[in-house]
T-cell receptor
Framework: DAKTTQPTSMDCAEGRAANLPCNHS???????VYWYRQIHSQGPQYIIH???NNETNEMASLIITEDRKSSTLILPHATLRDTAVYYC?????????FGEGTQLTVNP | ETGVTQTPRHLVMGMTNKKSLKCEQH?????MYWYKQSAKKPLELMFV???????ENNSVPSRFSPECPNSSHLFLHLHTLQPEDSALYLC??????????????FGPGTRLLVL
């Protein structure tokens, strides 16, 4: 599976958009980009995934660059409950290799 | 509530004890997974079961013994563990463990402390 690089931590003001970047320059053609998050001491929660087109669901939007070497997860209106570790994972769905992720802190 | 439940939520055991962790999914999935998350470390995949058959064992020590009696239930039997096995053990399920895109649904985890 391709490796991903994410910032260790980010801060965001409540109500503002949170934009979480991820680099995956070694992604192969059939690998998907997945985003999960983990609120402290809970199980990870699926957010969104995509192959090459931008995707949006009720939780977030996923923007994938045309060369697929990077992506951005967008939480349009961050709330305090969005404070969590966000994992960007590249691969097939049955084989998720979690990295360190980005600790997003949403501040009042 | 993800549709994946784990029991117990917390477990303290001695190194000579035998205990079991239980996972149950109510989503009609065919694949189930065990992950280990040690303090300050990323999640590590331990085992994968697809249609009740073990398809992956990531070099897990034999003191961890998984069992999948049916597609809805997954157990992790523990015996003669070491203190370094203390961790959060997470169960997940997905539609199946094929090569296509799959969404995994995680349980809340069992927090294990080995004394």
């Amino acid at each position: 599976d391709a490796k991903t690089t994410q910032p260790t931590s980010m801060d965001c003001a409540e109500g503002r958009a949170a934009n979480l970047p991820c680099n995956h320059s070694t992604i192969s053609g059939n690998e998907y980009v997945y985003w999960y998050r983990q609120i402290h001491s809970q199980g990870p929660q699926y957010i969104i995934h995509g192959l090459k087109n931008n995707e949006t669901n009720e939780m977030a939007s996923l923007i994938i660059t045309e060369d697929r070497k990077s992506s951005t997860l967008i939480l349009p209106h961050a709330t305090l409950r969005d404070t969590a570790v966000y994992y960007c994972i590249v691969g097939s769905g049955s084989r998720l290799t979690f990295g360190e992720g980005t600790q997003l802190t949403v501040n009042p | 509530e993800t549709g994946v439940t784990q029991t117990p939520r917390h477990l303290v055991m001695g190194m000579t004890n035998k205990k079991s962790l239980k996972c149950e999914q109510h989503l009609g999935h065919n694949a189930m997974y065990w992950y280990k998350q040690s303090a300050k470390k990323p999640l590590e995949l331990m085992f994968v079961y697809n249609f009740k058959e073990q398809t992956e064992n990531n070099s897990v020590p034999s003191r961890f013994s998984p069992e999948c009696p049916n597609s809805s239930h997954l157990f992790l039997h523990l015996h003669t563990l070491q203190p370094e096995d203390s961790a959060l053990y997470l169960c997940a399920s997905s539609q199946d463990a094929g090569g296509g895109p799959e969404t995994q649904y995680f349980g809340p985890g069992t927090r294990l402390l080995v004394l």
